[in-house]
């Protein structure tokens, strides 16, 4: 069987790859780190509208392109690749594909155009202080209201939470684990900044005290919808991670080949080659396996929980090796801030924790495999 990406995904990825060269350049990453600069509206825009970005992974009647997971890593491989500093994952992976496995229909018909159009941000709010892929451990209630759902109770390192206008809820309802829609505006609910090791990407805690919602799908069903959207981030968040990684990799080459001491070029030293070669077979070996966890799932072949959670856990790994070896490959000046070789390192740590870290992730694989 050929897992070879195909003439049309090609020249996809290639399309995507140039518009974040020339709209997510080191420099618009520096002016969101350094000038906390707010979200580029008219990037959001242009991705959402002339590239169809947002609406990759939704069906055709709710105004997407009706593709795939697949094609949903290529753009977020190529989002890490530029260290995109925009809500794309938070609302697409995350938002999107939770009202999608909620099952709502009537929710989906009016929350995902808008999702698709660029007209709204939203994120998933499923993580408190234990592991979110332990649904038990959620905390957060939700009473029925005459007006609705009122919902109580506090989430952790909630992606992109201070620029949603949205946030998808894990709750419990009287009749078990349920997700409900949340807005941002109500003065029921409390956004506050986390402090965060990758400023490329802010996480927030929500803090809601009876704040309105509306129930996405059957009350108290929500797991399985809530399990396949986990895997999904699980695959989306190693796309993103392959990308970063290959982006290290570009930067190590790039340095080795103009950077000279004792008369050469540093890239003709055996160390120099050996780090470089390594980041390359960590690239290739984290993307084959992302990309076959994506069409796994896609297809419905395969477990997806297990491939899901080796994806994750080696594309974290190699995305952090990468970097790391960028750094030592680069010597003291990566180490300066005024380098973005630290801006790489950072995403590639931090975003290794997010919804679960690459340790709790080997534990569900050993589990998963009866170990």
């Known amino acids: 069987m050929n897992f070879e990406l195909d003439s049309e995904q090609e020249a996809f990825r290639d399309g995507v790859r140039k518009f974040f060269e020339q709209h997510s350049a080191p420099a618009d990453v520096r002016r969101f780190v350094d000038g906390g600069e707010p979200r580029d509206e008219q990037l959001w825009r242009t991705m959402a509208t002339e590239l169809g970005l947002h609406g990759i992974a939704l069906d055709d009647e709710h105004g997407?392109?009706?593709?795939?997971?697949v094609e949903l890593a290529l753009v977020l491989e190529e989002a890490g690749r530029a260290l995109l500093c925009s809500p794309l994952l938070a609302t697409v992976l995350l938002a999107a594909t939770a009202i999608q496995d909620s099952g709502d229909v009537r929710a989906a018909a009016h929350w995902l155009p808008l999702i698709a159009d660029g007209d709204l941000v939203a994120t998933l709010a499923v993580t408190e202080d234990g592991d979110p892929f332990d649904l038990d451990t959620v905390a957060t209630v939700a009473t029925p209201t005459p007006a609705g759902w009122a919902l109580t109770g506090r989430k952790r390192f909630v992606v992109d939470g201070d620029r949603a206008d949205v946030v998808i809820v894990a709750a419990n309802t009287p009749r078990g684990l349920s997700i409900l829609a949340v807005d941002t505006s109500s003065e029921?609910?409390?956004?506050?900044?986390?402090?965060?090791?990758?400023?490329?990407?802010p996480l927030?805690?929500?803090?809601?005290?009876?704040?309105?919602?509306?129930?996405?799908?059957?009350?108290?069903?929500?797991r399985p919808g809530v399990e396949r959207t986990l895997r999904r981030a699980a695959i989306g968040l190693?796309?993103?991670?392959v990308g970063v990684a290959q982006a290290c990799l570009d930067m190590a080459i790039d340095y080795a080949k103009t950077r000279h001491q004792f008369g050469r070029a540093i890239g003709s030293f055996q160390a120099i080659k050996h780090q470089c070669a390594d980041i390359l077979v960590d690239v290739e070996a984290s993307r084959t396996l992302t990309y076959f966890a994506a069409w796994s799932m896609a297809s419905g072949t395969g477990d997806d929980a297990l491939l899901a959670e080796m994806a994750a856990a080696y594309a974290s790994d190699a995305a952090y090796r990468a970097a790391a070896r960028n750094l030592?490959?680069?010597?003291?000046?990566?180490?300066?801030?005024?380098?973005?070789?630290h801006l790489l390192f950072k995403r590639a740590t931090a975003s290794a924790h997010i919804l679960r870290s690459p340790s709790a992730r080997r534990l569900a694989i050993a589990d998963g495999m009866g170990l």
Not at 64 to 69: D, N, R
Not at 204 to 222: I, R, Y
């Open 204 to 222: 927030s805690t929500v803090t809601m005290n009876e704040a309105p919602g509306s129930l996405l799908g059957v009350e108290g069903n929500a």
């Open 188 to 201: 029921n609910v409390t956004i506050q900044p986390e402090p965060v090791l990758d400023l490329t990407r």
């Open 238 to 241: 190693a796309a993103e991670q």
């Open 328 to 341: 030592q490959i680069h010597g003291g000046i990566g180490y300066t801030w005024e380098h973005d070789a």
């Open 64 to 69: 997407g392109a009706g593709a795939g997971l």
